[in-house]
């Protein structure tokens, strides 16, 4: 699986973005997709995760309420729409996948994904 992230840039405090992760492969209904970031200086962390079967996503309580992950599994593509930004978002965002179906404890940790995509950054200005 080959995963490519777009749509990070720059924006000011209270804005949005919308970042897409189109990834290669047939089998990608059955992965749990997943996206993570990294902020100078400190180490990657989970922003949010979705489970190919329940659908239920989950979230760093960093990011509920403002970030929403969804997928379109007919596209092959992720999302992670970010709203109400804060400097703090600031980071190079990843999205990763994992083979079949994470249970939730697992979800959250980077060492739980097999494919990560390059990553795509986020700044976000006072």
């Known amino acids: 699986v080959q995963l490519q992230a777009s749509g990070g840039g720059l924006v000011q405090a209270g804005g949005s973005l919308r970042l897409s992760c189109a990834a290669s492969?047939?089998?990608?209904?059955?992965?749990?997709m997943a996206w993570f970031r990294q902020a100078p200086g400190k180490e990657r962390e989970f922003v949010a995760a979705l489970r190919w079967s329940s659908g239920t996503p989950n979230y760093a309580d960093s990011v509920k309420g403002r970030f929403t992950i969804s997928r379109d599994n007919a596209k092959n593509t992720v999302y992670l729409q970010m709203n109400s930004l804060k400097p703090q978002d600031t980071a190079i965002y990843y999205c990763?996948?994992?083979?079949?179906?994470?249970?939730?404890?697992?979800?959250?940790?980077?060492?739980?994904?097999?494919?990560w995509g390059r990553g795509t950054l986020v700044t976000v200005s006072s």
């Open positions: 990763a996948a994992a083979r079949g179906n994470l249970i939730l404890s697992t979800s959250y940790t980077k060492q739980s994904y097999d494919y």
């Open positions: 492969g047939r089998t990608f209904s059955s992965y749990t």
